[in-house]
C-alpha cells in the first residue's frame, strides 16, 4: 500500500488569496492524481501530475487557477489561485498503488478549504 | 469510461447482508468494473474489482452478470462502520489511471 499525507488538513482563507496543498507520499510513484469535492458531491478530476512534465488537466480546469508542481517522484503542490467562495471544496491527491497490474488508487485524507 | 448508474441511497440493517447495485450496460470488453467506498471525511477507499468472474476478498463480493451490464456488490455482514458512499466505476486495467466518480450509492447501517 501507499501512505499518502497532505497539508494542511484544512484552512480558512479569504477571498482573492492563494493556498498552497501539499501531497505526499512514501514511496515512489510516477503518476499523483488531483480531485476536488465540493460540498455533497463526489468527486471530480483536476490534473494528472507526473513527474518531469507539465501537469494534465481535465475540462474545465485550468492551470493559471490551479498551478501543480511535481518536483519529484514521491511529492506534489496544487495550488488554488485567486480564491471565490465556489472554490470551497476539499482537495485529495491520489496515487496508483505502486508496481500493480490493476488499477487500485490510493487517496489521502484530503484538504478542507473554506473561502469566505 | 463508461457511465454507471446506481441508486441514490440505501438502508441495510447492521448484521445482514448488503447488495449494492450497478448498472453499466454500455461497458465495452476491456473494461473492468471497479468499486470504492468513501467513509464520512475520508478519501476514497479500494474495494474490489472484476472482469467477467465473480470475486471475492476480505471486504466483499462483486457478482457481475453474464452480458456484464451489471454488478452487484455485497457486504456479507454489514456493520455500523460499512456507513460510506459506495461508488461503482467501469474503466481499463491499464493505460488511462484516472477515476471518474459517479454519484454514488449513499448506504446507511441501521443499528
Known amino acids: 500500500s501507499a501512505v499518502i499525507s497532505q497539508k494542511p488538513s484544512r484552512d480558512i482563507c479569504q477571498r482573492g488569496t492563494s493556498l498552497t496543498i501539499q501531497c505526499q507520499v512514501d514511496s515512489q510513484v510516477t503518476m499523483m492524481f488531483w480531485y476536488r469535492q465540493q460540498p455533497g458531491q463526489s468527486l471530480t478530476l483536476i490534473a494528472t501530475a507526473n513527474q518531469g512534465s507539465e501537469a494534465t488537466y481535465e475540462s474545465g480546469f485550468v492551470i493559471d487557477k490551479f498551478p501543480i508542481s511535481r518536483p519529484n517522484l514521491t511529492f506534489s503542490t496544487l495550488t488554488v489561485s485567486n480564491m471565490s467562495p465556489e472554490d470551497s471544496s476539499i482537495y485529495l491527491c491520489s496515487v496508483p498503488r505502486p508496481s500493480s497490474s490493476y488499477n487500485e488508487q490510493f487517496f489521502g485524507p484530503g484538504t478542507r478549504l473554506t473561502v469566505l | 469510461d463508461a457511465k454507471t448508474t446506481q441508486p441514490p441511497s440505501m438502508d441495510c440493517a447492521e448484521g445482514r447482508a448488503a447488495n449494492l447495485p450497478c448498472n453499466h450496460s454500455?461497458?465495452?470488453?476491456?473494461?473492468?468494473v471497479y468499486w470504492y467506498r468513501q467513509i464520512h471525511s475520508q478519501g476514497p477507499q479500494y474495494i474490489i474489482h472484476?472482469?467477467?468472474n465473480n470475486e471475492t476478498n476480505e471486504m466483499a463480493s462483486l457478482i457481475i452478470t453474464e452480458d456484464r451490464k451489471s454488478s452487484t456488490l455485497i457486504l456479507p455482514h454489514a456493520t455500523l462502520r460499512d456507513t460510506a458512499v459506495y461508488y461503482c466505476?467501469?474503466?481499463?486495467?491499464?493505460?488511462?489511471?484516472?477515476?471518474?466518480f459517479g454519484t454514488g450509492t449513499r448506504l446507511t447501517i441501521i443499528p
Open positions: 466505476i467501469v474503466r481499463p486495467n491499464f493505460g488511462n489511471e484516472k477515476l471518474t
Open positions: 472484476g472482469l467477467k
Open positions: 454500455t461497458i465495452s470488453g476491456n473494461e473492468y
